[in-house]
């Protein structure tokens, strides 16, 4: 008899969180601190103290699979890099009021996504909030970028661009945005 798997809970505060798609069909592989490639079926990142955000980033990569994380009651402010970087098709379920904000590049020049997005991204449920780091250098970001189409279903999202001396960010950037849940966007 096979095991079952089942759920973990992911701390953001225990360290960075790489979520990969796994070689079994639905499931992923988590990996943070020590724990590295752990197999894990419907995976729930969480803070312990929502109200204290956490300098440590989320991952997801998606390769030429599907990836689905549900973010609870996350708070995220980077000091480097976006919060929340995925890479492929990527689902990401919300329970609860999320925090998301970049950090500054590392040569200070320009602030970075809240989430950043090179592949698909659905966002559903709960509600999110996506800031972009602001710099003192030239140039703030998107609170949300992606290179390819982002849907947003359920829900509400917010996006703030960050500031910069320059030019400021927009709240989102994407090629190809569809909605059926709640946007707000500031720049």
Not at 5 to 16: R, V
Not at 29 to 52: A, F, H, L, M, W
Not at 82 to 88: C, H, I, Q, R
């Amino acid at each position: 008899l096979a095991a079952p798997a089942f759920a973990d809970i992911w701390h953001i505060e225990d360290g960075d969180i790489t979520v990969k798609a796994s070689w079994t069909e639905g499931k992923n592989t988590v990996s943070q601190g020590n724990k590295k490639d752990v197999e894990d079926t419907n995976t729930i990142i969480t803070n312990r103290d929502k109200n204290t955000a956490s300098s440590h980033t989320v991952t997801i990569e998606a390769g030429n699979d599907k990836v689905e994380v549900t973010l609870k009651d996350v708070n995220i402010k980077a000091d480097s890099g976006s919060a929340l970087t995925s890479k492929g098709d990527v689902t990401l379920t919300l329970k609860g009021d999320n925090h998301l904000t970049g950090g500054i590049s590392d040569n200070g020049n320009y602030g970075l996504s809240g989430i950043s997005s090179s592949g698909s991204l659905s966002i559903s449920g709960g509600t999110v909030t996506a800031t972009a780091g602001s710099s003192s250098g030239s140039y703030g970001r998107d609170g949300i970028t992606t290179s390819s189409s982002l849907t947003i279903s359920g829900g509400t999202v917010t996006a703030n661009g960050g500031s910069g001396s320059y030019r400021g960010g927009s709240g989102i950037s994407s090629s190809d945005i569809e909605l059926s849940g709640s946007l707000e966007l500031t720049a």
